[in-house]
């Protein structure tokens, strides 16, 4: 038998439409001309099987997470124009939208030679009998418009402004930059890159002393101390502009507003214009404005990291949330420990974590070297964004577990399983050599990173975790283990973190489950952001990012063929918008609420299109609220100027 081409073998599933309906229909044709004698279907994708799921028509084989391996019932050859038809029913959970079955997939033929398989998306059943291609999934209009007055073109809009704006009336403009401040020739070339990738505009915005151009932008380091660190003021008059900070973050916001405009201008000048008067000052509503990327079930390059990042600067976002491991894979080496480089970054057929999420038989992850580490530090330096890295402890550990087995108790039996469907994901705290490990995670996470703070995870740690651990249950019944078990790992490395100068950043749960200090904790708030005011009466800063609203891997509506997750509901651009940090909370407590979070989940970004679909151009909505005071939000104007901005990730590029 010979290996075949990715379109010979084609996988089409069918959900017969019954909301309590847990079961899904499978066939498998092969569309080419040769014969492929099945050993084994391999498939991963939206579900997963659990032990009680039943399988008709098929054998099965292994089931990990959604990772499911099946074998025909008996020896089976499948010729040109045959199908395999088998079915499963009983699964974890019933499908919502076409997402929810399998993504991809291939076959183990007899030979032992791995043949891929074209996945059509899950149907229902008035789609069954239509075989189409595999076609790019719909992605939501964000590029709504409005009639009326000309504005400017800014995402987020500023705080203040009493600007009157005029369609261009001059090639460009270009500013011609006349200032005393160290630096500045630097950030202005910066801001311009950013402005020749986001904005898809000819020529630049600013220009050096002593080039020619229609106005000039003088920059002054201004005394006010109401602009803060991260404010400016930009004043406009006929022949200059004007732009005052306090520093090189409010000097780079206040080059990225005034950039912002010209493309704007430049592109629709109909739509869009110039300022020609007045003043815009501009300070952001919080502090922490926060992107988290879930770079361990989706592996990206540091390319498209640092793409990401310089998106998040000319949105003047100003944290990078860097989710460095989970169940699926491992991003970030740790000294000691070299099988988490060689094993637990690795997903693939054959491998000892098999393809999840939407990856193939081939070899898939990665870790981020320590040249990557410091090329991104650098640059995230440069545009403003710091680094905040995360290890998640004590669950989320399946891809550790597997390439450390020896951190696994002997006598174990497991008893649970995550909702993810993992069996047995979580470190054990009562053996020393899971101390040892994490301790060793964390110093090199201290070593690599210099931010002020460190995420340790924390969450999805249920009160069955170690059940089934002799260890943990001798503890318990001897008293020895008070409170939570997880607080045995929580506490030394936030005890660590602490003694190394820097802050513990957790997700809500472990604030539950720990006693952690709340003056240098600070609780990342996902799943009740309307009771996140009590941990505000504990002493803990909060971030809120709740799953509801500013979880970018959401889907955007019920519609069948839209991609993204369903658990928090859906999230169309308008709730993103509409969220209201802090509603509700005592006037005493809001000192407390330091930022907001939007999160980037990797389980539906095996396709970097599902990315594009999902984050933009939501991620727009959330940058403007994390920036203006909720007395300026306006949906409507937010409408007509987000035309502007990019829709993909995959073009942007990034430049050192």
């Not at 500013?175 to 950030?187: K, Y």
């Not at 680094?387 to 174990?412: C, K, N, V, W, Y």
């Not at 999160?599 to 539906?604: D, F, L, R």
Request: aromatic share 8%.
């Amino acid at each position: 038998m010979t290996n075949q081409a990715s379109s010979d073998l084609r996988l089409v599933s069918v959900w017969h439409g019954d909301d309590t309906d847990r079961s899904l229909h499978f066939s498998l044709y092969n569309t080419g001309p040769v014969p492929v004698a099945l050993s084994t279907l391999h498939m991963n994708g939206g579900f997963w099987l659990p032990p009680a799921a039943m399988v008709r028509g098929a054998r099965r084989e292994y089931a990990l997470s959604n990772y499911t391996v099946l074998a025909p019932e008996s020896a089976m050859i499948l010729g040109p124009d045959e199908v395999w038809t088998f079915s499963i029913a009983d699964l974890n959970a019933r499908p919502f939208r076409s997402g929810d079955g399998p993504l991809a997939a291939y076959v183990v033929a007899d030979d032992g030679a791995t043949h891929p398989v074209a996945v059509q998306p899950l149907a229902r059943s008035l789609d069954v009998g239509r075989l189409d291609a595999v076609a790019p999934r719909r992605r939501p209009d964000g590029k709504v418009t409005r009639d009326g007055a000309q504005t400017i073109a800014v995402i987020p809009f500023p705080n203040l402004t009493t600007v009157s704006v005029a369609p261009l009336s001059e090639p460009g403009p270009v500013f011609v930059l006349q200032t005393e401040v160290p630096g500045m020739d630097a950030l202005a070339i910066r801001v311009d890159d950013m402005a020749a990738r986001f904005g898809h505009t000819e020529g630049p915005v600013f220009a050096p002393p002593g080039d020619t151009a229609s106005r000039n932008l003088v920059v002054r380091k201004g005394a006010d101390p109401r602009l803060g660190k991260e404010g400016y003021r930009l004043t406009f008059a006929a022949d200059n502009v004007i732009l005052d900070a306090c520093g090189p973050d409010g000097f780079r916001h206040g080059l990225i507003t005034l950039a912002q405009t010209v493309i704007g201008a430049r592109l629709d000048g109909l739509r869009y214009g110039l300022p020609v008067g007045g003043t815009i000052t501009d300070v952001p509503r919080f502090g922490w404005r926060g992107l988290h990327l879930d770079v361990a079930r989706t592996f990206y390059t540091v390319d498209e990291i640092m793409a990401l990042a310089d998106l998040a600067a000319w949105l003047k976002l100003n944290v990078l949330h860097l989710h460095l491991n989970d169940d699926e894979g491992w991003r970030i080496g740790v000294d000691g420990y070299p099988e988490i480089a060689a094993v637990a970054a690795w997903r693939g057929h054959d491998l000892p974590i098999p393809p999840l999420l939407g990856s193939g038989a081939a070899p898939y992850g990665g870790v981020y070297d320590d040249h990557d580490i410091d090329r991104l530090h650098a640059y995230c330096t440069i545009i403003g964004i710091t680094i905040l890295p995360e290890i998640d402890i004590p669950g989320h550990g399946h891809a550790a577990l597997t390439a450390l087995p020896r951190l696994r108790e002997p006598d174990d039996t497991g008893g649970y399983t995550s909702i993810q469907g993992f069996e047995a994901n979580a470190l054990n705290p009562m053996l020393p050599q899971t101390l040892e490990f994490v301790t060793a995670a964390f110093k090199t996470l201290l070593d690599r990173f210099p931010g002020r703070a460190v995420h340790i995870g924390g969450d999805e740690v249920g009160p069955a975790t170690w059940s089934g651990s002799p260890l943990a249950r001798a503890a318990i019944a001897s008293g020895h283990a008070t409170g939570s078990l997880q607080a045995r790992l929580i506490e030394p490395v936030h005890d660590m973190l602490r003694l190394n100068g820097r802050r513990t950043v957790v997700w809500e749960d472990a604030v539950h489950n720990a006693h952690l200090d709340p003056k240098d904790t600070i609780a990342l708030v996902w799943q009740h952001p309307d009771q996140a005011h009590e941990l505000a009466a504990r002493g803990f800063d909060v971030v809120l990012t709740p799953g509801n609203a500013y979880y970018l891997d959401m889907a955007h509506s019920n519609d069948w063929n839209s991609t993204g997750g369903h658990w928090a509901g859906t999230v169309p651009l308008e709730k993103t918008y509409s969220f209201e940090p802090g509603h509700g909370w005592p006037a005493d407590r809001l000192p407390h609420l330091i930022g907001v979070h939007a999160c980037i989940w990797g389980e539906y970004m095996h396709d970097r299109r599902n990315f594009d679909d999902l984050v933009f151009p939501r991620i727009y909505a959330f940058a403007e609220r994390a920036w203006i005071e909720p007395a300026n939000r306006d949906y409507d104007g937010f409408l007509s100027r987000v035309f502007v901005f990019p829709t993909t990730l995959r073009t942007l590029g990034c430049a050192d």
